[in-house]
Structure formats: C-alpha cells, structure tokens
C-alpha cells in the first residue's frame, strides 16, 4: 500500500470541554491527548508523516519535528477547521501531488482502530472520490419544538455520524473547501464540502468507540479504553 500523508486540525480551544487548556493538551495517564492520536494514526505502516494545523502562536506545542519515527509538520491554522485542514493541506511536503489522498484526523480522536484505518485505505482509495469512517445512527432520533416538546420522531434509517479519517484527493478537496469559504459556508466536515460539489463520498463503517473528546465524560471513557487495553 501506497505511503499516504495525513493533517490534524489542532488549532481549537476546546471551549466546549472547559477548562484552562485546550482538550489536544490535556494529561492522559501522563501524556498528552494529542500523542495518543498520533499514536493511533501513525501506527499504520501506509501513514508516511502528518502535518498539524495549530493556532497561532501556540504556546503549548511540544516542537516536535517527528513523531513515531516519521515526520510531523506544524502550520498556523485559522478560526475554524475548514480554515485549519486548508492550511494543512497548502503545507503538506512537495511529493504530495494533487491527485494524491490524504487522510483527515481529529486531534481529538485518540481512539482509532487499526482495523478501522485499514478498511478506509482499502476502500476509499478504490473510490473515485473518497471515503469518510462513519457509524449507523442506532439511537431514536427526536424532533423538538421551540418550546422543548416533540414534534416528532425522525426516521433513522439512512443516518450515519461522521467520524474520522476523512480521505479525500489533495487537490479536490483543497478546492472544495475554498469554494465552500468562498460563498460563506461554514462546512463542519471535509465531506460536506465535497458534497456541495456534487460528489458523494463512500461511507466505510467504523467502530462505535471511535469517538471524540468532547467532554469531560469522554475523557474518562478514553482513560477507561486504556485501562481496559492494558488489562487485556
């Protein structure tokens, strides 16, 4: 399998965790959120390096040049993560072509499956647009009023959550994020802005436990994913 470049979108400030650092910095059994994602992406053998989108001027990046045995680019991202991933991308090394794929990865998303990355290489670069990791919708879904009450229940057949990677060619999604920042849409997953393009990346079914830190709660679950590994 071909060697393929990944960017992480870093330059969030976590407001909705809380606290006093973003969630990329927070201790997890003493290392830093973000190390545990690198960890989980860079494991694979056909992630050749990543290229980190960070706030500017941040003041809590450790510096490191690589990571894992491979290299690690930072870049100063922007306000949002359409604004960050396009940084990255402009940043990835020359070799990176145009018509080249790259992954897409939460910078708190720390628990991703081996098996999970492999299944979208595979399938994703055998797609002519790409491929996003996602899960069937399980739960009910609600519509509520203005006033707090339901107005019905949602169909959830069809429904999948996002999640990530995200692998998507270098330069399609270069342009389909400018053109969605362009017209003053805020597209809140690389997906979405392909989609206004008329393409219709292919959902690759990935494990539930792929979930971001979002919370205070998800912390602890990570902590217990990896008490849980050890155990094993």
């Not at 992480?8 to 997890?28: D, I, M, N, S």
């Not at 396009?86 to 499956?113: I, K, M, Y």
């Not at 169909?155 to 999640?163: G, I, M, N, S, V």
Request: charged share 25%; aromatic share 6%.
């Amino acid at each position: 399998m071909a060697a393929i470049w990944a960017v992480v979108p870093a330059a969030g400030r976590g407001t909705r965790f809380g606290g006093e650092l973003p969630k990329q910095y927070l201790q997890v059994e003493g290392r830093l959120l973000l190390a545990h994602t690198l960890d989980a992406l860079l494991a694979h053998p056909a992630v050749a390096g990543a290229v980190l989108a960070l706030a500017e001027g941040d003041p809590l990046w450790p510096g490191w040049t690589t990571y894992a045995g491979k290299p690690l680019l930072a870049c100063t991202g922007g306000d949002s993560r359409a604004t960050s991933v396009l940084a990255a991308l402009q940043a990835l090394p020359e070799s990176v072509r145009g018509d080249d794929f790259v992954l897409v990865h939460d910078a708190a998303r720390p628990n991703l499956a081996l098996s999970d990355l492999d299944q979208l290489l595979e399938r994703g670069r055998a797609d002519p647009v790409g491929a996003i990791l996602a899960a069937p919708v399980r739960d009910t879904l609600k519509r509520a009023g203005d006033d707090g009450g339901i107005d019905g229940t949602e169909p959830r057949e069809r429904l999948w959550r996002a999640l990530t990677p995200q692998l998507f060619r270098r330069l399609q999604l270069t342009r389909a994020l400018q053109a969605a920042a362009d017209a003053g849409i805020e597209v809140t997953d690389e997906a979405m802005a392909l989609e206004r393009q008329g393409l219709r990346p292919l959902l690759v079914e990935g494990r539930e436990d792929n979930f971001k830190i979002t919370t205070a709660a998800d912390l602890a679950r990570f902590e217990f994913e990896l008490s849980r590994r050890r155990s094993a």
